[in-house]
């Protein structure tokens, strides 16, 4: 399996760099502080050989000359912290030599220190899990002496463990500051990118944002504007149209209510009346266009719970079946008419196709959540997403008094963005539709 798809890889940019840019940087001082540590072993190892060499020489060549009686005497004044001297013969097992190059080494720098050649032969001997290497030779007058050599374990010490975690300590924080200081501007530019979904918004940086993010938010800008540009001028050809259709739409009906043909007329004011809806609806989705790039409603403080269950009531009043269960207990900083509207549109819709709708108030730790229930013919889900598009209609009449212009979901789409909620779509089980209004807890609107 490649790494990337690994589930214990980090998901985010950063955590990706702070672990590639950590691994190496501590892999690399890894290697280096063993590389350190082994040089040192070795100008350690070399002046013990050659400390060694040249005190028992010296321990030699003064034992050699003391009477055989005093030397047993002289053998603890002579003896160091990891070596001492015994008057004792050589085992049976004594080696000329033995696959050691530090035993090797020192025997070496022993004979070239010593006066007069001698043989040394080698044991080795074990003494509470120790290894001890014994060096064994005669004196000048054939008298045995022993040399019992201790290794000494090479031991990192307390402060250099404690330097060791300082240098840990600062990798890591320098590693940090690095992959911040890189990520920080694609942060800044998903940020602008955010800002600027938001007909009209102009994002905000700090003083020393690097120029990339600067050419790229500008890029982004520029766009955004032509884009703005666009939709405006679609928005006012819309309502130019719409408009301007009123007038001869009115002058027709009043000329089929000359008509004497009753059938003929009937026909003509159903077209007409489906006509004047679907203007009415294309003037409706052009006014909230324009409220969204003019940005005109201020924002307030509601209570969800209570705006939702005046609206259920607004509907009850007027003969239609509008029930509210569940609570949010959320005040949300939000507009109000916009969430009043976006909310109506939805009910509305319901009606239209189930005749009964069911408001549902929930809320998580992050959204306060408004569902609309009802038990309509639902909608497919490889359709969620066509509906919220300006004049789609899922529904097979011709009728538009059923079926409308396809405005109505697409209306409450540029009313979420204007209120930065989600919209979710979610059929039934038994029949029937759910669409749900995720509000946001935290983000401010404005």
Known sequence: MHIIESPHWPHTLFGRLCLILLSALLMAYALSFASSQWDKMQVRKNHMVYSVGKDVANAI???????????????????????????????????????????????????NNLEHPAKIR???????????LQLHLALSDGAPLAVRLAATPYTIQWNMFSLLCVQLAIIMLATWLAVRTATRPLAMLADAADAMVKPGARPQFPARAPREVFRAATAFQNMQERIDTYLAERMQILASITHDLQTPITRLRLRTELMEDDTHRDKMQADLHAMQKLVEQG??????????????????KIN???????LAQDYCDTGQQVSLHGHTHQTLQTRPLALSRLLGNLIDNALKF????????SSDTQHAIITVQDRGPGIPEEQWEAVMQPFVRLESSRNRETGGAGLGLAIVAQLALQLHAQIQFANREGGGLAVSVRLPLQTAVG
């Open 61 to 111: 060549s003064f034992l050699d000359r003391l009477p055989v009686n005093e030397r047993q005497g002289w053998l603890d004044k002579l003896a160091r912290n990891n070596y001492e001297y015994t008057l004792q013969a050589a085992p049976a097992d004594a080696k000329d030599n033995i696959d050691l190059d530090i035993a090797n080494e020192a025997i070496e720098a022993i004979k």
């Open 354 to 361: 189930g005749g009964e709708v069911e408001l549902i108030l």
């Open 122 to 132: 080698i044991s080795v001997r074990t003494e509470n899990d120790k290894k001890i």
């Open 283 to 300: 003037l409706a989705y052009a006014k909230v266009q324009n409220q969204l790039q003019a940005d005109q409603e201020a924002t307030s």
């Open 304 to 310: 969800l719970d209570a705006l939702a269950g005046s």
